[in-house]
């Protein structure tokens, strides 16, 4: 058996590993357009920031490892064709000249997304950066450890970490989003609450300009200078990262005959498979089945992709599994505010026709005389024909993500606010008040149904 896979950071390699444990015998080769492997591209943030001294650490499994378990790797090797008729992959070596074919019986496509690179004039100069490679990290932090000032293009989540690590560099930071608030998969009451409490949580070490468009990069030889917007404002830089979201890898897929889902990512069953017999694909360039409303959904997350890297390799190997989709749940920091949600919230479910109901709280996470309390706002959210939960979203200085993964798992049952309320969540003065601010927030839902 030959096994094939493209790409290797968190589906490819999840795939290579979990095939191999499953298949000892298996002739399994990884090739990647890339220099490392394995990769936690997450922590890369973290890194810029100074959090630890050694990139290294991002690194999960090295290529030598793989070797050692039989897994061959082949860096800094693209595939470039996909030949589905005589089950063949053409790989372009990016060190050589060479092209070659590889044959396989089972095929998985792990080749995630790339950044954006928005229309911007000059977006080419040195020390304009994207986010997304070992190197990319190593070289910002470089920058930013002699640099004074930044740029960040696009306030999602990326450029709202990247705003924290460049603030804990020491840098004066800008960040320019083009539409009236920051990161928007929040609904629009919570993206407005996120901007405010960054705005006071500021302290004069960063501006966020929102309904602004960066416009032109000004610089020389040695690179970007400043960075003008589309109101005539001009901003000194030494560096600007480019947060300006992501797109699928598919070009080869979509050559190669694979369907390409309505997110325009590559369509999947639940095992991973494409409509190409023996063509599996997972990660980032696939989209998701969202549970709650069993449509389709395109979330290029770290946690998605090593789950289906797995359930990709179990059916490429053989055997069966299902990985039946997300409810969309995420969480990031921004210096002490954390941001998290799960299920959908008002807006999206505006957008395919859902009536919502919803409680929105503001208390304290903690009982009030313990030292290290702190404000969370949760925004609870209902179907209002059913009354089943739909999703919940948190913002805070406070513990708001531990209440959001609570619901979770109401989602995953399918549970009424009504059921949700009866939970039994620890108590004690450090951990919540006696009342916890989630089943606060589940009482106001129910009460709001109940009129409604
Ligand atoms: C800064 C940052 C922070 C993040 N934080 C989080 C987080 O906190 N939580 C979370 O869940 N997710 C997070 N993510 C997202 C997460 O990193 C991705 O979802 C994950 O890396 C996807 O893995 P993947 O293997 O599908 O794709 P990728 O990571 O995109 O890897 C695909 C690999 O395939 C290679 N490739 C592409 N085309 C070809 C080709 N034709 N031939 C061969 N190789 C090819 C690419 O070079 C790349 O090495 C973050 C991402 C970034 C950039």
């Known amino acids: 058996m030959k096994i094939v896979i493209l790409g290797g950071v968190a589906a490819g390699a999840k795939a ?31 890194y810029i920031e100074g959090n630890f001294e050694d990139y290294k650490l991002l690194l999960v499994r090295s290529p030598e490892e793989f ?36 044959d396989y019986d089972k095929l998985i496509i792990a080749i995630g997304a790339s950044p954006v690179i928005p229309p911007i004039k000059n977006v080419n100069l040195n020390h304009v950066y994207t986010v997304r490679k070992i190197e990319d990290g190593i070289a910002i932090r470089e920058k930013a450890e002699k640099s004074k000032n930044a740029v960040i293009i696009g306030g999602g989540y990326i450029g709202i970490e990247m705003l924290e690590a ?41 501006n966020i300009l929102t309904s602004e468009i960066a416009t032109e990069f000004s610089g020389d030889n040695e690179g970007v200078k400043s960075v003008k917007t589309g109101s005539g404002k001009e901003f000194p830089a030494d560096l ?14 979509v050559e190669a005959g694979i369907e390409i889902g309505v997110t325009g990512a590559i369509k999947v069953n639940e095992k991973m498979e494409t409509n190409i017999k023996d063509i599996y694909a997972c990660g980032d360039c696939v989209e998701e089945n969202l549970l709650i409303t069993n449509s389709k959904i395109w979330l290029p997350l770290g946690t998605n992709a090593n789950k289906e890297g797995r359930t990709a390799a179990i059916n490429a190997c053989g055997g069966e599994d299902k990985f039946m989709g997300v409810l969309g749940s995420a969480v990031t920091r921004c210096l002490s505010l954390t941001m998290s949600m799960t299920g959908i919230g008002v807006k999206m479910a505006e957008q395919l026709g859902i009536e919502t109901v919803f409680a929105k709280v503001s208390k304290d996470d903690k009982v009030g ?7 969370i706002t949760l925004k609870l959210i209902a179907d209002k024909k059913t009354g089943k ?64």
């Not at 930071?173 to 500021?202: A, G, R, W």
């Open 389 to 452: 939960l739909l999703g919940c979203q948190g913002v805070g200085a406070g513990d708001a993500d531990k209440r959001v993964n609570t619901v979770t798992s109401a989602l995953l049952a399918g549970l009424t606010v009504e059921e949700f309320h009866r939970n039994d969540l620890t108590y004690a003065p450090p951990f919540s008040p006696t009342i916890d601010p989630l089943l606060n927030a589940a009482q106001i839902l129910i009460s709001k149904l109940s009129k409604s």
């Open 166 to 206: 460049l603030v804990k560099q020491n840098l004066n930071v800008t960040l320019i989003e083009y539409s009236n608030t920051i990161m928007q998969t929040f609904d629009d009451d919570m993206s407005q609450l996120i901007l405010e409490q960054l705005n006071f949580i500021n302290e004069g070490r960063f």
């Open 67 to 102: 070797e050692q378990n039989n897994v061959h790797i082949h860096l800094q090797n693209r595939a470039i064709k996909i030949l589905p008729s005589s089950k063949q992959v053409l790989i372009q070596s990016l060190t050589s000249p060479e092209a070659f074919l590889v």
């Open 369 to 375: 005389y313990m030292p290290d309390v702190n404000n």
């Open 240 to 253: 600007v990262v480019l947060c300006a979201g992501v797109r699928p890898n598919t070009a080869i897929a």
């Open 16 to 46: 290579a590993a979990k095939a191999r444990r499953i298949l000892p015998d298996a002739q399994i080769d990884l090739y990647t357009d890339d220099t490392h492997i394995s990769y936690s591209a997450c922590g890369l943030p973290y």
